[in-house]
């Protein structure tokens, strides 16, 4: 049978389809590479075997941002009295939280959509990729009908992954959530028990405790272990406030259903807990597994596919991207690898990924954001460096709004070029967005020292920092002297 040339909207007929570039998952990553293959005139097919949109869409970054807003505003009156205005508890109607979740993925939902795509002009084939060789792979549909094969001169795999479950005895006999069911809850949890204190176990334990639950997080080494511990305890601090209780160092040893819930036994004696809903947010899993890798002669291991830093795999025909290529799982990381594959597959410029520069932003109640080296790696790789904060209680904007708690972190290199930046605090992921590009960009620490800022804004915490890098300079007693002797000039 000859192949159909995708030619842009969907082939209706049954036959094989060859293209130039075939895209594996629909999420963040493979949405970005097909859009932008299919507008620079490549025949582009994507095949994606769930919703439009993958995790970020469904069960990630939108609906767990959506749930923290509301949960933001079932807060604001514990605030409000200390700026002189008392209003009464507000009542949490948590079947319309979730209905407000769900609009803001519906509302995201058509920009993702099949419809938009075909009338892109890329081939969605809404089915279940598998590799049957080096250049070439069948997709099973969703509803049933024979397989289709697709050839291409070039493939993009962006099939992400899923929640990790550890082998916890007892966890298979429990109910447990995960961020998969999480967001389809129709009650509120009396007690929501959250295994894991990385992004998604604190965020969501911050909302889950606003919302009205009682919540408590089992980590089995440090909460928000991946993070600057000074700027981490500015959100633990807070999440602790708010009445969320965590036990670190505590790891969940066995799981069982008892007659007041769900138990969790925790290792080294530490008192078990109970609650009534259990949040498994101990880490991904990549979706490799029923890909036919091996037929393809791609390459994984525990953490995704091996790719090079031009993301391309062990099969040169063959990238991977997003959260399945074992890097930083974040989706703006998605995109980024997207504009990489695109050079390399369409332009063939041998771009390369740089992973030391992506920020990532955790977004709870202070949020916290942190963009390059993080301190110990600076003093790795450059020896000598420089440490700067300033607080944001000596920012005046946050006095106004008595949104004090938080500081920015600054690290750079013995000449003043800014290696990492980080903040703790109201709209840090606003606050840092100047600091990912100094830090993209190279810059040295004296643009920011030199710059005028807009009075009174947040931003001005790193203005601060920035000439905190000058101050030993500028008043030592050499400068003194020096003025001293301009001063009796004529
Ligand atoms: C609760 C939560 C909150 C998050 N919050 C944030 C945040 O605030 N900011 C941020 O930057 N990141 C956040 N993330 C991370 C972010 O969601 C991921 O990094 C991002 O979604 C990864 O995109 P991706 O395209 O690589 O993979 P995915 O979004 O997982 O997409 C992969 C797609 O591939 C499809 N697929 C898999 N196998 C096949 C196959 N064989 N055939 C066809 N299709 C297949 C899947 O159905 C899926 O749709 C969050 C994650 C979670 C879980
Ligand atoms: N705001 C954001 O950008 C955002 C939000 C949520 C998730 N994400 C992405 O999703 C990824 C996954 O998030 P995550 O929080 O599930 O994973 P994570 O790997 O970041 O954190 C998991 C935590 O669980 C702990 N842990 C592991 N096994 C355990 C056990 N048996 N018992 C108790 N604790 C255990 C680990 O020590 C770790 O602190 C993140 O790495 C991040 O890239 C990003």
């Not at 082998?167 to 929501?192: K, M, R, W």
């Not at 830093?309 to 099969?315: I, S, V």
């Not at 597959?345 to 916290?368: K, N, S």
Request: glycine share 12%; charged share 20%.
């Amino acid at each position: 049978m000859s192949a159909v040339r995708s030619a842009g909207p969907h082939v209706a007929t049954a036959g094989p389809i060859d293209c130039d570039i075939c895209v594996v998952g629909a999420g963040a990553a493979g949405l970005s590479v097909a859009s932008a293959a299919a507008m620079l005139g490549a025949r582009t097919v994507l095949v994606e075997r769930g919703a439009m949109g993958g995790d970020c869409l469904n069960v990630g970054c939108v609906p767990s941002k959506a749930l923290l807003a509301a949960a933001r505003m079932a807060h604001a009156w514990q605030d409000a009295e200390a700026l002189g205005i008392r209003y009464q508890p507000p009542v949490v109607d948590f079947p319309a939280v979730m209905r407000h979740v769900h609009g803001v993925i519906d509302g995201i939902a058509p920009h993702d959509s099949v419809a938009r795509y075909r009338a892109m002009g890329v081939d969605v084939l809404q089915g279940t990729a598998r590799f049957t060789g080096r250049d070439r792979l069948r997709v099973a549909f969703a509803t049933g009908g024979a397989e289709r094969e697709v050839t291409a001169r070039r493939f993009v795999i962006a099939t992400g992954g899923r929640p990790a479950v550890p082998p916890i005895p007892g966890l298979d006999e429990v109910p447990y959530l995960t961020n998969e069911s999480l967001f389809d809850l129709a009650e509120l949890p009396s007690h929501l028990v959250i295994l894991g204190g990385g992004p998604i176990g604190l965020e969501m334990a911050q909302a889950f405790r606003r919302l009205g639950a009682a919540v408590t997080v089992v980590e089995a080494a440090q909460a928000l272990g991946r993070d600057d511990p000074e700027l981490a305890a500015v959100v633990l601090a807070s999440l602790r406030r708010d009445g969320v209780v965590l036990r670190q160092g505590a790891a969940a040893e066995r799981v069982a259903a008892g007659a007041a819930g769900i138990e969790v036994h925790l290792s080294g004696g530490s008192a078990p807990v109970t609650g009534s809903h259990l949040l498994v947010a101990v880490g991904r899993r990549p979706n490799v597994e029923a890909l036919g890798l091996d037929l393809a002669g791609v390459e994984s291991g525990p953490r995704g596919i091996q790719v090079d830093r031009r993301l391309r795999t062990a099969n040169r025909r063959i990238f991977a991207i997003g959260d399945v290529a074992g890097g930083p799982q974040f989706t703006h990381v998605g995109g980024y690898h997207a504009g990489i594959v695109i050079r390399n597959a369409l332009f063939r410029i041998p771009a390369r990924t740089d992973h030391d520069t992506m920020p990532w932003v955790t977004y709870t109640e202070p949020e916290l954001a942190w963009v390059g080296l993080s301190e110990t790696a600076a003093r790795e790789r450059a020896g000598r460096i420089r440490i700067l904060r300033w607080p944001y209680a000596e920012n005046d904007r946050a006095r106004a709004e008595r949104q004090t708690a938080g500081l920015i972190k600054v690290v750079t290199d013995a000449k003043g070029r800014i290696l990492g930046a980080g903040v703790a605090g109201a709209h840090a992921g606003e606050v840092v967005q100047p600091w990912v590009l100094a830090v993209q960009r190279g810059m040295k620490i004296g643009a920011f020292a030199g710059a005028v800022l807009p009075y009174p804004t947040y931003g001005e915490v790193g203005k601060r920092a920035a000439g905190a890098y000058y101050m030993p300079k500028l008043f030592s007693p050499l400068t003194r002297k020096l003025v001293g002797l301009l001063l009796r000039l004529p």
